[in-house]
């Protein structure tokens, strides 16, 4: 009797499992999706420029040429690639930015070359047996033989160069006029030319090396102790080279290319730039909080503040922390009030052009016995900064 009670409730159970009407709705469901998780980063690739819609420069470029058209258009891929993330969501984007350019009003070789004269050593108020300038002579003397030039005027100028070695050299440098002044270039010598096989008579470059120049140049920059010693990431050197085009002239130029140092070479690609993201009301926006540390100036602006009493600024200009110890000192003790309210002059002093609900996170030193970091968020609202955390 037991065998048969336990084969009747063996069948229920298997008919059960059978006609198990929740089973329809699982195939239905399919596999259930992971958790959400939005990226704490993300550097944009091909595949994501990709994303822009046509028309968009940086679809085909790869690159952003400003940081208002990646500020506009990084949404539009953020938007495709992670519709579905959260309000208050914050992604880092890398992206690359326009190479830098540049382009001189005149790069004809025979309009910008200039060799100095016998007269010309005497523009600089010597006399007329000075034969040579130092570097500091030629770029007055410039001023004084292009008292007229504009922006972007380039000058290739051959003259005799007096070294602090006391020996006088006979030497071909590039000139760019650029902010109101005249700027020394980084200027290919005849050795450098020859280096290449490229030196002789004309010392150039033609169009089959163009897609070597950026290797050459940067071989040149590397091997130069002038540059190599001090170069550091972000290091710009703009680079002047001849270029004969051939044919008809005018056909002989002189052209400048931008090389940025990466830490490991110089190259014609800009250095990656970073945007925060935010999304808020279901829209990606750029995320404009400013990150700042009180500096060494912020410090010793306090003393001429009206905030507190004239021994506690003394003591912050001094030693560049506030005193918060306890008990507090009735003469270098500084509240919590006084303090977000010495923050809020440099602030309203440093950030002048501040946009309504934009957010500032503070870090300042204060001492209680030890010198320690203390960090605040404020955000600009209603035409002042308000402490919000």
């Not at 040429?65 to 949404?75: F, G, L, Q, R, V």
């Not at 006979?170 to 290449?196: D, M």
Request: charged share 15%.
């Amino acid at each position: 009797m037991k065998k048969i009670y336990l084969f009747v409730a063996l069948i229920a159970v298997v008919a059960f499992s059978a006609c198990n009407p929740l089973d329809k709705t699982y195939k239905q469901l399919g596999d259930i999706p992971a958790p959400t998780v939005a990226p704490q980063a993300l550097t944009l690739s091909a595949s994501d420029y990709a994303l822009l819609p046509k028309g968009h420069a940086a679809k085909t470029a790869l690159y952003f040429k400003t940081t208002d058209t990646a500020k506009a258009d990084i949404p539009v891929i953020l938007n495709s690639k992670f519709p579905a993330y959260p309000n208050k969501t914050s992604v880092t984007v890398t992206y690359a930015s326009a190479p830098l350019t540049i382009k001189p009003i005149d790069t004809v070789f025979a309009n910008i070359a200039y060799t100095l004269q016998p007269a010309d050593y005497t523009l600089n108020g010597g006399t007329t047996t000075s034969t040579n300038f130092s570097a500091t002579q030629i770029i007055t003397w410039l001023g004084i033989k292009y008292p007229a030039a504009t922006e972007g005027k380039l000058a290739v100028i051959t003259f005799n160069f007096f070294d602090q070695g006391a020996t006088t050299t006979a030497v071909q440098q590039s000139f760019l006029f650029t902010g109101g002044v005249w700027t020394k270039l980084y200027h290919i010598t005849p050795a450098q030319y020859a280096s290449i096989g490229k030196g002789g008579n004309n010392n150039d470059f033609v169009a089959a090396d163009a897609a070597i120049l950026p290797t050459y140049f940067n071989a040149f920059l590397k091997a130069d102790p002038a540059v190599y010693i001090t170069a550091k990431t972000g290091d710009i050197k703009y680079v002047s080279y001849k270029y004969y085009a051939g044919g008809t002239a005018p056909n002989t130029f002189q052209r400048v290319a931008v090389l940025i140092y990466n830490g490991t070479n110089w190259t014609t690609s800009s250095l990656p730039a970073t945007i925060v993201f935010a999304k808020a009301n279901g829209v990606w926006v750029p995320d404009n909080t400013v990150t700042y540390k009180l500096t060494a100036t912020d410090y010793a602006s306090i003393k001429t503040m009206t905030v507190g009493i004239q021994t506690a600024r003394d003591n912050v200009a001094q030693f560049g922390d506030f005193n918060i110890s306890v008990p507090l000192s009735a003469t270098t003790g500084w509240t919590e009030a006084d303090i977000n309210s010495v923050l809020i002059n440099i602030l309203t002093k440093d950030f002048p052009t501040a946009v309504a609900d934009q957010k500032f996170i503070i870090t300042y030193l204060a001492y209680n016995g030890a010198t320690i970091n203390v960090t605040k968020t404020f955000q600009f609202k209603g035409g002042t900064f308000v402490l919000v955390q």
